[in-house]
């Protein structure tokens, strides 16, 4: 699943080589998924994008909005998977869910693996769509300063009874993260993922949101995770600390061996020693 920094990565690299190409045709695939939302059909999408402009690419969270010039905004939001250019003259993956040839000859594909919404909106009502509409300040907006930061620690320890990992990865209170980069969030802030947000201190509070901004601008200058591929299928440089590729091998910080627990949906790795619970 793309998360903060991937949207980042593709963003500015659809923003260096896709701006200004024209449209020859959109389509929204070759492989039905039933979890890949379109709000257009076949014949809608290709009418509405054919002969446009490709504009400015926006990165919000782990949505990602082209703007189509004129009028239309392509939105990607909550995807994994790869979106791929292929010069002219390039082979085509056997499937995608949605392509733009363009009048050059090259063109855009991408393919989920797991879920995600590939929606064209005239511009202005991408701003009324769910998740979009009631997002949060992300970590990369100038927004999220620690008073931000702490003013969201004290709003949901009221609500109800939240931990580290909540925080971080459900219901998109800080959108742009999820399970994968929390895990070094935690271990760079010496967070257990079961710490109860509300007994976080000020010291705390300030190394856990110092540790998000680390690890989000760490990932995105390194291309993205090891794991995923950018805009030119090139694997991103950013390799975890926290992964299950350490789980049982000695903590990088004093050597005790890295534990795994299943919790709020998915494997956390930390260490016992450095992230006490």
């Given at each position: 699943m793309f998360e903060l920094p991937e949207i980042a990565v593709l963003s500015r690299q659809i923003n260096q080589t896709l701006m200004g190409k024209v449209i020859q045709k959109g389509s929204l695939g070759n492989s039905p998924h039933k979890f890949v939302w379109y709000n257009r059909t076949q014949e809608e999408f290709d009418q509405l994008t054919r002969t446009k402009t490709i504009g400015e690419t926006r990165a919000r969270g782990r949505w990602m909005l082209i703007s189509i010039e004129p009028g239309y905004v392509l939105v990607f939001g909550e995807c994994g998977g790869k979106i791929l250019y292929h010069p002219a003259g390039s082979k085509l993956p056997a499937k995608y869910h949605l392509s733009l040839a363009f009048e050059d000859g090259s063109l855009l594909t991408l393919m989920t693996q797991m879920w995600g919404a590939m929606e064209l909106y005239e511009r202005g009502e991408e701003c009324k769509r769910q998740y979009i509409r009631d997002m949060r300040?992300?970590?990369?907006?100038?927004?999220?300063?620690?008073?931000?930061?702490?003013?969201?620690?004290?709003?949901?320890?009221?609500?109800?009874?939240?931990?580290?990992?909540?925080?971080?990865?459900?219901?998109?209170?800080?959108?742009?993260?999820?399970?994968?980069?929390?895990?070094?969030?935690?271990?760079?802030?010496?967070?257990?993922?079961?710490?109860?947000?509300d007994a976080l201190d000020q010291a705390q509070r300030r190394d856990l949101y110092e540790a998000i901004l680390q690890?989000?601008?760490?990932?995105?200058?390194?291309?993205?995770?090891?794991?995923?591929?950018?805009?030119?299928?090139?694997?991103?440089?950013?390799v975890r600390l926290m992964d299950k590729k350490a789980a049982g091998q000695p903590c990088p910080v004093c050597g005790v061996r890295i534990e795994t627990i299943q919790y709020l949906g998915g494997s956390c790795y930390f260490c016992p020693q450095c992230q006490k619970l």
């Open positions: 300040v992300t970590p990369s907006e100038p927004g999220f300063t620690f008073e931000y930061f702490s003013g969201l620690v004290d709003t949901f320890s009221k609500l109800e009874k939240r931990s580290v990992k909540g925080l971080l990865t459900q219901d998109q209170i800080i959108p742009g993260l999820g399970n994968a980069i929390a895990q070094d969030i935690q271990f760079r802030a010496r967070l257990h993922p079961r710490h109860p947000i690890v989000a601008a760490d990932v995105t200058v390194k291309g993205g995770r090891y794991d995923e591929v950018d805009l030119y299928g090139n694997p991103g440089g950013y």
